[in-house]
């Protein structure tokens, strides 16, 4: 069959992407054609600024290089300008843009592709077509400013936006005197509120830097005579001053280059200075054969200039291109960072405030640190950082996943690091850390092997990293920091900004949408969710299957049938594996109480099956490291002790202190309430892992603060608190509820842990679902609903009902114990 | 004579399954069963630092590896990318429902490696 033609016209970043996305899931689908109208293959604009700067190379900031175009057989047409498109015959005509002997080229199309970025605002002022009188856009752009440094002496660039003081900075460091002339009355206004933009001005001008504010350009004066005759020599203003001028760099805004677009007819916004309209798949409204991504697309009223949504843009362009029809793209929130080394500058959403915001502000201008925290109905709106962004990536992440901070409110200002953070030695600031300091301490990857991969393998986004590097792909607590390296090496912002992230490259389905759909249309099987669902793989993945088993069981209890090829090895023989391939064996000691009879059976089974490590765990109980698979039946049997869980997603332990029975100090029966706790929790699969601990009296020697459900016996009665954990983040537990009586604990614990079973999302543990929905509502719903807490308790109860130990009811428990021997033995003597 | 020995019944797998078979010499081998009833037969060691593939997650023709959830294809037992590795493979004949191994790869091939406790 003959392969169908995709013609691009625009070879920059947006496009590119595109292409780099369908190539992926549609690799021989279309043939390509691509005209560009630099005479340079695909290349990272954003870094244009550190090229100027003298700080990277032009060849270091190519994405693509021609063997890339080759590899794939694109036929890719540089220095080509397309000054003509037929729609009706479907044809695209480019003109050599030196507008050489080389005449037109003409290419077919069943699918076009319309990247052709922005344009440049030039000043509609006398003398804007001065010989020295430039734009700040492209390589040539930038290799003209770097040839004018070497020859003059004074520039002016008009603009103080992020483009303009980049320009300023890169023309400073190559030893021009430079001005900046900006009409409005702070710099960068549109991400800057007017403190942060007068330190920025401060700053800039200690590095030399002089700025006009408010200074409005009336013409440009050039050399009448002389061997620089032509060529621009002033800035003229409004009140009639000068500033002598060798180089005028206009900075004054981009404009989507739709003249392409007009001429051919598709509708664009605002007479085209909007952009060019495209829909959710960016397609355009007036030809659905004809797509359009990038800087010139109009998207629900705005064309972005940033490259985290454009990359959005293309993955969702490119499945539609593919032929897959899903995905839709629904607009991003952006974030800006300005490229200049030594000014950390941050700021994203609604940093101005206004009616019905509240603000939080430090500042401390001798040091040169401002910041600016907008909330509105205790969520964070907006930021603006000037000094110390360490927490820039942390607040625009609040910022995009909405959640309220009211429980964080008083520690907001000073940074994720001061609500418990381990693993990377306390560094938060990338930027200061040595290549050799290590970053993500699960998978030991440092600083510059992070750098490096984002600089070889021109990686974009965190996912990317996480793939190529491993970084922050474990336990996550470095994202923040990995974050800022992408944002150092690869400029820019390049962190995702889904509301709503799908749970796997299987589907575009939500974690949440998932769970609603199988309760909306009570769908018992992981097959069924699949189909409903529509699941673009036929039995999902090691990431999905796991989750979509969790929600059946937990969401139809008694219904729903376990699937244990979906669980995880540890929950599939019911034992940890270890790094070997041996497993540890865990049983369970209610309340962590033990007896001389539990202890002689460990020791015995620990003798008779060669069991190498015996150790005493955090949770009250004891680990038998490194026993083989074949001898797991063997040992639970001979140990004859419940299963303790220590494997599964499920509750774990209780952890308790002596309490009342033994303590001089103890107010409650602590030991016993922990194990009257376990003995109805137990057994009990959750999202993640659930831990309890009981102190018998304030002292709190069972850690109750940092334990999914904390319970501290006081002399009145019983203090319940929630969503605590240690671990990666510690997380303090928060004040819930006082009770009076044990079977209230129970009822309320059970109730609390039931609504974070059938709401919270797989692997999010009870500290995420509860600052995810907010702990108002959860509060709600245990405290003051007392039908729906009670309700709650009487499902979990109901869910508990009979159920199996996996160690001993195999049938019930779904255990298939042909794993624990070989099913053969080839050439083995028997 | 032909070098095909009999290993086990397609039933004795579980579908998305694996089961494991031990060799004279060598760590084992992992065969695996997808949800469309092929079989495939892989040297039950991970690439990248030895975890046994047989405990992994089956979907489609791959396997997550329990250790550090590479993936790896059953067919050629490479390493997904951006992951490099390759793993041992062993060639599977599925015949009237019974499942045979090359009893010469399975004396000879891969033999050397160090075995890990199963």
């Not at chain 1, 991400?191 to 002089?210: F, H, M, P, T, Y």
């Not at chain 1, 929905?773 to 109901?798: M, P, S, T």
Request: overall charge neutral.
């Amino acid at each position: 069959m003959k392969k169908l033609r995709l013609v691009m016209v625009g070879n920059g970043m947006a496009g590119v992407r595109t292409l780099e996305e369908l190539l992926k899931i549609a690799p021989d689908l279309y043939d390509v054609t691509i005209f560009g109208a630099e005479p340079h293959p695909n290349y990272n604009r954003i870094l244009l600024s550190p090229v100027l700067a003298g700080e990277q190379t032009v060849d270091q900031i190519v994405l693509n290089p021609l063997s890339w175009y080759a590899e794939h057989g694109i036929t890719l047409h540089l220095g080509q300008k397309v000054v003509a498109i037929d729609r009706t015959r479907r044809v695209v005509t480019a003109q050599d843009g030196n507008g050489g002997p080389g005449g037109q080229i003409q290419a077919e199309y069943d699918r076009l592709l319309i990247a052709t970025g922005s344009n440049p605002f030039i000043l509609p002022v006398p003398g804007k077509t001065l010989q020295g009188v430039i734009a700040y856009r492209d390589i040539a752009d930038t290799q003209t400013m770097i040839d004018a440094a070497t020859r003059y002496r004074h520039a002016v660039v008009i603009g103080g936006g992020l483009l303009g003081l980049e320009a300023a900075n890169g023309l400073a460091k190559r030893g021009m005197h430079v001005t900046v002339v900006h009409i409005m009355p702070w710099l960068m206004e549109r991400q800057l509120d007017d403190v942060a933009g007068k330190l920025l001005q401060k700053s800039l001008e200690e590095r030399g830097l002089k700025f006009l504010i408010g200074a409005q350009t009336e013409s440009l004066l050039g050399h009448d005579s002389g061997p620089d005759a032509g060529r621009v020599r002033a800035v003229r203003f409004l009140d009639g001053t000068e500033v002598p001028a060798d180089l005028v760099v206009m900075a004054a805004g981009i404009r989507p280059n739709t003249d392409l677009a007009l001429k051919i007819g598709l509708h664009c916004a605002n007479e085209g200075r909007g952009g060019i309209v495209v829909t959710d798949t960016l397609q355009t409204v007036t030809d659905p054969r004809i797509y359009a991504v990038g800087e010139c697309a109009a998207h629900r009223g705005i064309a972005y200039g940033l490259v985290a949504p454009l990359f959005e843009q293309g993955k969702v362009c490119a499945t539609h291109l593919a032929q897959f029809g899903i995905g839709r793209y629904t607009g991003s929130q952006t974030s800006t960072k300005l490229k200049v080394t030594g000014i950390d500058l941050f700021s994203a959403g609604n940093f101005s405030g206004g009616a019905g915001t509240e603000e939080i502000v430090l500042s401390d201008p001798y040091a040169g640190v401002y910041k600016k925290l907008v909330i509105r109905d205790d969520k964070l709106i907006g930021a603006c950082l000037y000094g110390d962004t360490v927490d820039g990536s942390w607040y625009f992440k609040l910022l995009r996943d909405g959640r309220s901070i009211s429980d964080i409110r008083d520690k907001l200002m000073f940074g994720e690091s001061n609500i418990g953070d381990v693993g990377h030695e306390g560094h938060g600031k990338a930027a200061a850390m040595a290549d050799s300091d290590e970053v993500c301490g699960c998978n030991g990857v440092n600083k510059g092997a992070i750098c490096k991969a984002i600089k070889d393998k021109g990686l974009f986004t965190l996912e990317e990293v996480r793939k190529q590097t491993k970084a922050s792909a474990s336990c996550g607590s470095c994202t923040g920091l990995v974050e800022q390296l992408l944002m150092f090496t690869a400029g820019g912002d390049y962190s995702k900004a889904p509301a709503r992230k799908a749970m796997c490259g299987c589907t575009d389905v939500s974690h949440q949408e998932a769970r609603e759909g199988i309760r909306k249309d009570k769908l018992l099987t992981i097959d069924s969710v699949y189909r409903t669902m529509g699941w673009r793989t036929p039995n999902g993945c090691a990431s999905c299957r796991p989750a979509i088993n969790y929600y059946l069981l937990s969401s139809w209890p008694k219904e729903a049938k376990d699937d244990p090829q979906s669980r995880y090895i540890n929950e599939r023989s019911h034992a940890n594996i270890q790094k070997d391939g041996s497993y540890s064996v865990i049983p369970r000691m209610w309340g962590g109480e033990t007896t001389a009879d539990e202890l002689r059976r460990i020791a015995d089974a620990v003798d008779k099956y060669k069991i190498p490590t015996v150790k005493v765990t955090g949770g009250q109980r004891i680990d038998l490291l490194g026993v083989k698979k074949e001898d797991l039946v063997n040992v639970w049997k001979d140990i004859g002790m419940p299963s303790g869980h220590a494997y599964a997603k499920a509750l774990r332990t209780v952890k308790t202190c002596v309490g009342s029975e033994w303590c001089r100090f103890g107010t409650q029966d602590s030991t016993q309430m922990g194990k009257d706790l376990e003995r109805a929790l137990w057994r009990m699969y959750a999202p993640h892992k659930v831990k309890l601990a009981v102190s018998g009296c304030p002292r709190n020697c069972a850690e109750a603060g940092i334990k999914d459900v904390g319970v501290i016996g006081v002399d009145s009665g019983w203090e319940i608190y929630v969503a605590g954990n240690g671990g990666i983040k510690t997380e303090v537990a928060q004040f819930f509820c006082k009770l009076k009586t044990p079977e209230e604990v129970l009822e309320y614990s059970g109730a609390f842990l039931q609504l974070y079973r059938e709401e919270g999302w797989y692997l999010e543990r009870t500290v995420h679902y509860v600052n995810r929905v907010g702990l108002d509502v959860v509060k709600k719903k245990i405290l003051e609903d007392h039908e729906g807490r009670k309700a709650l308790w009487a499902r979990l109860q109901f869910s508990l009902d009979g159920e199996p130990d996996p160690w001993f009811d195999f049938d019930k428990a779904s255990v298939d114990t042909r794993q624990f021997t070989a099913v053969a033995n080839a050439g083995v003597p028997s | 004579m032909s070098p095909w020995t009999f290993i086990c019944k397609l039933d004795d797998i579980p579908v998305l399954g694996s089961r494991r078979v031990a060799r004279a010499a060598g760590p084992e081998v992992a065969i695996f069963r997808t949800a469309d009833d092929r079989v495939f037969a892989l040297l039950d060691r991970c690439p990248h630092q030895g975890g046994p593939l047989s405990q992994g997650i089956v979907f489609g023709h791959s396997v997550a590896c329990p250790l550090h959830n590479w993936t790896i294809a059953l067919a050629d037992g490479k390493a997904q990318a951006p992951d490099h590795g390759c793993t041992a493979r062993f060639a599977v004949r599925v015949d009237a429902g019974a499942v045979f191994l090359d009893a010469d790869e399975l004396a000879t091939r891969a033999t050397n490696i160090e075995t890990v406790a199963p």
